[in-house]
Nanobody
Framework: QVQLVESGGGLVQAGGSLRLSCAAS????????MGWFRQAPGKERDIVAA???????YYTDSVKGRFTISRDNGENTVDLQMNSLKAEDTAVYYC?????????????????WGQGTQVTVST
């Protein structure tokens, strides 16, 4: 069992930055691949970025060059640094854990989810 708690969301102006953090419970965090997803009102929950157990990275096209995912297995955390934020980045952001050495782009492949944190980008 893994519990995930996100933090760091908020209101920011377009062009600004936010850093989301996800703290995981349990002693087996390094056994999980991790993902950040987001869901805007009326839309599906889609992947934003992911990091495998070995540190392989994935970014959806719309955030490449602006967002950076990282993990700290000693601290049981996975962060999402978001720069040059745009209005279309507004969503609830969720952290997710997958018990696998590989990440997945599909939300159905993840075993555990956080409660989400709201990110609002104003223009």
């Amino acid at each position: 069992q893994v519990q995930l708690v996100e933090s760091g969301g908020g209101l920011v102006q377009a062009g600004g930055s936010l850093r989301l953090s996800c703290a995981a419970s349990g002693r087996t965090f390094s056994s999980y691949s991790m993902g950040w997803f987001r869901q805007a009102p009326g839309k599906e929950r889609d992947i934003v970025a992911a990091i495998s157990r070995s540190g392989m990275l994935y970014y959806t096209d719309s955030v490449k060059g602006r967002f950076t995912i990282s993990r700290d297995n000693g601290e049981n955390t996975v962060d999402l640094q978001m720069n040059s934020l745009k209005a279309e980045d507004t969503a609830v952001y969720y952290c997710a854990a997958r018990f696998s050495r590989y990440y997945s782009e599909s939300k159905t492949d993840y075993n555990y989810w956080g409660q989400g944190t709201q990110v609002t980008v104003s223009t």
